[in-house]
Structure formats: structure tokens, C-alpha cells
């Protein structure tokens, strides 16, 4: 069974940093994907990032392209969002995600498998 757990969430202040975490059990990296998805409170589930752990290939939104770097570390099933120069739009609940097959992309029907989440606030 897929299990992805998320951790590193927290209160930032903008122009701060935070590492978001997200261990997978059930399934190796190796030749899988992992997507980072947020949601804000009424708005529609928005892709983030994703990662081939096969190849390294990656793949960001606009919104944070520049500012948010996903790299995976095969040995620990693990993959990660350093998230810098933080802005207060970026304020959500942040879901990491796996799809049952090859999808290598942003949108969230493509994914199968979600983690619970964990809250990122960026307030002064």
C-alpha cells in the first residue's frame, strides 16, 4: 500500500525559507513520480512541482519557478521542496502525491496517491 507522509510546515515570515519533506512507503523512487500540490482555502488544488526519481527530470509552476527547488533522495524514499523567498500567496496546505502510473505533470487527476498535508503560513 502507497503511503506518503508530509512533514516541515510552519509559520514563516515572507522572504523566509522552509524545506517540506515527503516519505514514501509502499513503493521505491525508482522509476516513480512525485508531485507537490497546495490548496489555499477556496481555491482549486494547485500543482507545485514534480519529480522523476528515475532521472531527476523536474517540472515547476510558474508561481514558483525560481524560488522553490524539488530534488528526491532515492536511498530514504524521500523527496523534498525547499521553498525560498516566500511570499504570503503561497500560504496553503501543502500535499505531496504519486500517481498509480507514468504521469509526469501538474495536474492533480493525474495523481492517485496523496499524503494528509501540512500547513505552510507566510504572515508578518
Known amino acids: 500500500q502507497v503511503q506518503l507522509v508530509e512533514s516541515g510546515g510552519g509559520l514563516v515570515q515572507p522572504g523566509g525559507s522552509l524545506r517540506l519533506s515527503c516519505a514514501a512507503s509502499?513503493?521505491?523512487?525508482?522509476?516513480?513520480?512525485v508531485g507537490w500540490f497546495r490548496q489555499a482555502p477556496g481555491k482549486e488544488r494547485e500543482g507545485v512541482s514534480c519529480?522523476?526519481?528515475?532521472?531527476?527530470?523536474?517540472n515547476y509552476a510558474d508561481s514558483v519557478k525560481g524560488r522553490f527547488t524539488i530534488s528526491r533522495d532515492n536511498a530514504r524514499n524521500t523527496v523534498y521542496l525547499q521553498m525560498n523567498s516566500l511570499k504570503p500567496e503561497d500560504t496553503a496546505v501543502y500535499y505531496c502525491a504519486a500517481p498509480s502510473s507514468w504521469y509526469f505533470g501538474l495536474q492533480a487527476l493525474g495523481y492517485d496517491y496523496w499524503g494528509q498535508g501540512t500547513q505552510v503560513t507566510v504572515s508578518s
Open positions: 519529480i522523476s526519481s528515475s532521472d531527476g527530470r523536474t
Open positions: 509502499g513503493f521505491t523512487l525508482d522509476y516513480n513520480v
